[in-house]
Structure formats: structure tokens, C-alpha cells
Nanobody, 126 residues
Framework: QVQLVESGGGLVQAGGSLRLSCAAS????????MAWFRQAPGKERDFAAV????????RYADSVKGRFTISKDNAKNTVYLQMNSLKPEDTAVYYC???????????????????WGQGTQVTVSS
């Protein structure tokens, strides 16, 4: 069974840091773009960050640029999201997702991804 499992969420004060992990199992995601999306309370799920299949290119939502860093460790079949200088508006459930097709650069469109994790809660207090 192919699945993604997120971990690393929690409660942190504004200005703090967290590192989210997304462990893949059931198949390798070495050749797939991976992304993080997030859904704040009462809002739709939005794009946060994406890394291309080779791990050589990344893109971020304007709201997190300069504070978040996405990376992937192919040997561990794991994707990370390092979140620094957290703000209360970063409070959300964070989801990782794997691209539908291999060897792509990834995008901010949810339709490009067909495998999703269950999400991990991040709460930033002011």
C-alpha cells in the first residue's frame, strides 16, 4: 500500500521553528516532485512549497518564502519542511503530496498530486 505519513507538527510560540517530515512507503518517490500544502481553520487547502523530482529546484508561496525550506532525502524516501520564524497565521493542518507523474518540476496545483498524507497539525501561538 502506497502511503505518505507526516510527522513533526505541534504547538510552538510565534518566532519559533518546527521541522515536518513526510515518510513515504509502498514505493519509491525518488523520481517524483513532492509538495506541501496547508489548510487553515475555515479555509481551503493552499499551496506552501514544492520540490522537483531531482531535488534541484524549489518554489514557495509568497506567504512562506524566506521562512520555509523544502528538501527531500531520496535514500530515506522522505520529504521535509523546515519552518522558521513561525507566525500565528501559519497555524494549519499541513499535508504532503506526491506528484501523479514522474520527472516533473511540480506545481502549486493540487490536481497534479494523487497521493496525500493524512496531515499534521501546526499551531503557532502569539
Amino acid at each position: 500500500q502506497v502511503q505518505l505519513v507526516e510527522s513533526g507538527g505541534g504547538l510552538v510560540q510565534a518566532g519559533g521553528s518546527l521541522r515536518l517530515s513526510c515518510a513515504a512507503s509502498g514505493r519509491t518517490f525518488r523520481n517524483y516532485a513532492m509538495a506541501w500544502f496547508r489548510q487553515a481553520p475555515g479555509k481551503e487547502r493552499d499551496f506552501a512549497a514544492v520540490i522537483n523530482w531531482s531535488g534541484t529546484s524549489t518554489r514557495y508561496a509568497d506567504s512562506v518564502k524566506g521562512r520555509f525550506t523544502i528538501s527531500k532525502d531520496n535514500a530515506k524516501n522522505t520529504v521535509y519542511l523546515q519552518m522558521n520564524s513561525l507566525k500565528p497565521e501559519d497555524t494549519a493542518v499541513y499535508y504532503c503530496a506526491a506528484a501523479r507523474s514522474p520527472y516533473t518540476s511540480g506545481s502549486n496545483s493540487q490536481s497534479e498530486y494523487n497521493i496525500w498524507g493524512q496531515g499534521t497539525q501546526v499551531t503557532v501561538s502569539s
